[in-house]
């Protein structure tokens, strides 16, 4: 079993719904939980940052982080067709020596459709 | 700014040949990170870098792989007799410091024959 799962879609929502997606870990030494934003063919963009647990919000993306139960969701208000792309969590737990090493889950497929 | 740069965006190889593939960090980024993504793998994690230095190599498959960085800016990811399981995208992250977000770059996608 993977460190971090997350259901590969795709998931496909009409224009101006919400997108709600997420990701179950199993190492509770991860402290630090990012999503990432992927369009075909490109590096990832990083959306959010959040560390430990509680809510972060940033323009239409809310972050919300769930240490007690392992569990990390990313939400999308108003989603645009331009928010069609796959979604990728990650995390780290900040070990001194290993840097900031994350540790992705295998992405989200997101349709957003006219 | 320009961002992380990485070459060549294509690599088309035959198995048993040797590959480099190049990253440009952003400048003043000391910490660089590569990863490999790949459709069974998802994004792997392969090799850390604070300066020139790589505290971390713990993601490296198998000694055919090597990586260095000098002048704390350029960083070249070597695979010698390449494989075909090696097929991948190739993917240079940079950061500002250890524990600061990274910006990935848009990944060398090598094709092994």
């Known amino acids: 079993q993977k460190e971090v799962e997350q259901d590969p879609g795709p998931l496909s929502v009409p224009e101006g719904a919400i997108v709600s997606l997420n990701c179950t870990y199993s190492?509770?030494?991860?402290?630090?939980f990012m999503w990432y934003r992927q369009y075909s063919r490109k590096g990832p963009e990083l959306l959010m940052y959040?560390?430990?647990?509680g809510n972060k919000e940033d323009g239409r993306f809310t972050a919300q982080v769930d240490k007690s139960s392992k569990y990390i969701s990313l939400f999308i208000r108003d989603s645009q067709p331009s928010d069609s792309a796959t979604y990728l969590c990650a995390m780290s737990d900040l070990i001194k020596a290993a840097g900031n090493k994350l540790t992705f889950g295998g992405g989200t497929r997101v349709l957003v459709k006219p | 700014g320009a961002g992380v740069s990485q070459s060549p965006s294509n690599k088309v190889t035959e198995k048993g040949k040797d590959v480099e593939l190049r990253c440009d960090p952003i400048?003043?980024?000391?910490?660089l990170y590569w990863y490999r993504q790949s459709l069974g793998q998802g994004l792997e994690f392969l090799i850390y870098?604070?300066?020139?230095?790589?505290?971390?190599k713990s993601g490296l498959p198998s000694d055919r792989f090597s990586a260095e960085r000098t002048g704390g800016s350029v960083s070249t990811l070597t695979i010698q007799r390449t494989q075909q399981e090696d097929s991948a995208v190739y993917l240079c992250a940079s950061s500002r410091g250890s524990y600061n977000e990274q910006f990935f770059g848009p990944g060398t996608r090598l094709t092994v024959l």
């Open positions: 400048s003043g980024h000391t910490a």
């Open positions: 959040t560390y430990s647990s």
């Open positions: 870098f604070q300066g020139n230095s790589a505290p971390d």
């Open positions: 190492n509770s030494a991860f402290q630090y």
